[in-house]
């Protein structure tokens, strides 16, 4: 009987114990579609209601020659126009950061007819260019730019990353992680208030002790240090009420009522105090809650992409060695999740002679029902 469920549900589980949790890996049941391939290094993906396609392509290693395009007939077009896709490292002096992209790290559709650019505005994953790092909305229907929030440096000091961002249902709240610090930020887009939380706390940073594994192998820099990524992964419950996130370099999945986010009267104290531990994970790089409620992890060191089913229990959905770390994710109006292969392990960070522009990816799957 056991053996004909199996057949019926087109996978095998096998649970394992990982960290005292337990983890389902599944051979997965969805077939992984690669939609186009890039000639630089790309991180986020967004996806609107109508099914428009947008990704953007940060400059670590390379001084990217689009920081945001639209995916049209698989040509990549600079958005929303070739102006402000003219910033370059070597014309600092000459082109204002401000109305500029920089380094963009993420794009988000918010469903509600707009598209979000986060641009932390640190190349290469360093200095921050002063003026740059910016949260900036782009009307869809006019492909026009219609507001930017700046973060100055009390809430985006030297050090910050400004990784990933969601949105409330509402459109009110945006909710942001720190890779590079460690913290969340916390914006009114009614007023543009912005607040800086969690800064330095246990659950914005690294956990002691995990390492990410590429390959079987601990990462590691070309000069042998292994590095540490900060809070990155974020997630809104489909109410709005609980958002989660979790370090790359962790396996702890941490989450916090909103309503204390917004609470402009609790500091850090306050606000750690609410901060619960979600669950047992894997080192992850992007989160996605879909429209169903399906809570969707990026899986770097196996190149996979995994559902979390229960408080600690994960089922590997897609997977393939194509998927060279997972990165960010979206989804389409017909339910597809949209997945990027940023490629990190084998870029000039970590890889000895690798060249200045790598290769990376964007692929889709339908889940299974």
């Known amino acids: 009987m056991q053996r004909s469920w199996m057949r019926l549900a087109g996978m095998a589980l096998a649970l394992t114990l990982v ?14 579609e690669r939609v186009a391939v890039f000639p630089h290094q790309v991180t986020g993906v967004a996806v609107s209601n109508d099914g428009r396609i947008f990704l953007n392509f940060p400059r670590w290693t390379e001084d990217s020659p689009v920081s945001v395009a639209e995916l049209k007939g698989g040509r990549l077009v600079p958005y929303p126009d070739a102006a402000w896709n003219s910033w370059r490292n070597a014309k600092q002096d000459e082109i204002t950061p401000n109305d500029h992209w920089v380094c963009v790290q993420s ?16 190349p290469a994953l360093e200095q921050i260019v002063k003026g740059g ?40 709240w945006a909710y942001l992680t720190d890779s590079g610090r460690g913290a969340l930020l916390v914006v009114d887009l009614e007023s543009s208030a912005i607040r800086r939380v969690l800064d330095g706390v246990s659950s914005t940073q690294a956990e002691k002790g995990v390492q990410v ?12 240090k292994a590095p540490t990524f900060a809070s990155d992964g974020i997630a809104l419950s489909r109410d709005g009420e609980m958002l989660f996130w979790q370090a790359i370099s962790s396996r702890t999945l941490y989450s916090i009522p909103t309503a204390a986010l917004r609470d402009d009267k609790l500091q850090n104290p306050d606000l750690e105090a609410q901060v619960k531990k979600a669950g047992t994970t894997v080192p992850a790089d992007g989160f996605w809650m879909s429209s169903k409620g399906t809570f969707f992890v990026t899986s770097p060191e196996d190149n996979s992409v995994k559902i979390r089913q229960a408080e ?20 389409g109006p017909d339910g ?9 392990p084998d870029t000039r960070m970590f890889k000895l002679g690798a060249p200045v522009a790598i290769s990376t990816a964007l692929f889709r799957f339908m889940p299974p029902q």
């Open 213 to 224: 594994r590429i390959d079987g192998r601990v990462l590691r820099r070309p000069d042998g």
């Open 19 to 32: 960290g005292g949790s337990a983890l389902a890996q599944a051979q997965p049941a969805a077939r992984l």
């Open 107 to 122: 794009v988000v559709a918010d469903g509600r007819g707009n598209l979000w650019v986060l641009d932390p505005a640190a």
């Open 336 to 344: 597809a999740i949209y997945v990027t292969a940023s490629h990190i």
């Open 312 to 331: 600690s229990r994960l089922v590997t959905v897609a997977q393939d060695p194509k998927l060279r770390w997972p990165d960010s994710l979206a989804e």
């Open 133 to 172: 790092p910016k949260l900036v909305q782009i009307d869809l229907a006019t492909n026009k730019v219609v507001r930017t929030i700046a973060f100055d440096e009390r809430v985006a000091p030297q050090g910050t990353y400004l990784n990933d961002i969601r949105f409330s249902p509402d459109g009110k």
